[in-house]
């Protein structure tokens, strides 16, 4: 049997077709198509060439399809159908939708956040799934995969390179935290005390410099990091069993301050001139710029943060 080449055939007919076997007239099916009746008509020979049959035939009450023709109807159907809701926009629904969705953030990304969020989003999408997993040096590498849909907090890299797109959520601004009775609470903390007291930092790779010890090298003054911890919630239980001092972000301190009384001062006011407010940002890929459901979830993320 002589296979047809889908390259070669008109797609177009497939509408006419379908007209066609509907209204089994030429004239009504070309109305029903914008199409003149002579171009219905060629349509149909067309057709006729096309499944080597006549598809529809004259009788005494009008046009009706041939055998041939009727068997296509059923198939024609689908065909089009498939081919409507593939060309359609897709739409998402949050409660009926499934499936998982995949955020990297770091310790703060997830203690800030996830309160936030975490009530209205399962309320609103009761049967998506979320993975939290942490932010590392290949997380620009996992957006553009999509082994991650969203990336919270600092991605290590100052302009996202092209085809990425970054919002942001909120702005913060760095406090410290010593414990209740500290010592420092006496005279107060200025740039001096603070750079005499041993210091706690939270860092995901165990080493090198925080942005504090940046700003510090840039006025001249060092610091000593006595602990360093990997995730946030050490920090409450070391501040409140040493004399250790930690400079957080505010929002991230607040939130520890519910799980280990201790006291939050306002840093020199060198490191705050330096730093100032800096802003937390959700990152993502093109790829998922346009999909309804990756839309609706960063917008959730997004009037979560803006209303806290």
């Not at 010592?183 to 001096?192: H, I, R, Y």
């Not at 330096?274 to 839309?295: K, L, M, T, Y």
Request: hydrophobic share 40%.
């Amino acid at each position: 049997m002589h296979k047809v080449n889908l390259a070669s055939v008109d797609l177009n007919l497939l509408v006419a077709l379908q007209a066609l076997l509907d209204e089994e007239n030429v004239t009504r099916a070309a109305a029903k198509v914008g199409l003149s009746q002579p171009a219905m008509s060629r349509a149909l020979g067309r057709l006729r060439d096309l499944f080597n049959d006549q598809i529809l035939v004259r009788t005494s009450k009008g046009m009706s399809p041939t055998t041939r023709g009727a068997t296509l109807a059923e198939p024609l159907g689908k065909v089009l159908s498939g081919v409507d809701q593939m060309i359609q926009p897709p739409t998402f629904d949050p409660l009926t939708a499934e499936g998982r969705r995949r955020i990297a953030t770091t310790g703060y990304g997830s203690l800030v956040m996830l309160p936030l969020v975490i009530g209205r989003f399962f309320l609103a999408a009761p049967k998506l799934n979320i993975d939290i997993l942490n932010m590392h040096g290949d997380t620009i590498h996992d957006l553009e995969t999509g082994a991650i849909d969203l990336a919270i907090g600092g991605t290590g890299v100052t302009h996202m390179p092209a085809g990425f797109f970054q919002q942001n959520l909120f702005e913060d601004r760095f406090v410290c935290v010593v414990r209740e009775g500290h010592p420092v609470l006496k005279n107060g903390l200025d740039l001096e005390s603070y750079s005499r007291l041993p210091h706690g930092l939270m860092t995901v790779t165990g080493d090198g410099p925080g942005i504090v010890d940046n700003v510090l090298k840039r006025i001249g003054v060092q610091r000593r990091i006595a602990l360093r911890l990997p995730h946030p919630l050490v920090a409450p239980i070391a501040a409140a069993e040493s004399n250790l001092i930690f400079t957080l972000p505010r929002r991230l301190a607040t939130r520890l301050q519910k799980i280990t009384p201790f006291v939050i001062l306002e840093p020199p006011e060198e490191i705050t001139r330096e730093i100032g407010n800096f802003p937390v940002r959700q990152h993502w890929h093109e790829r998922h710029h346009h999909d309804p459901a990756h839309v609706w979830l960063r917008n959730t993320l997004a009037e979560c943060a803006q209303g806290s």
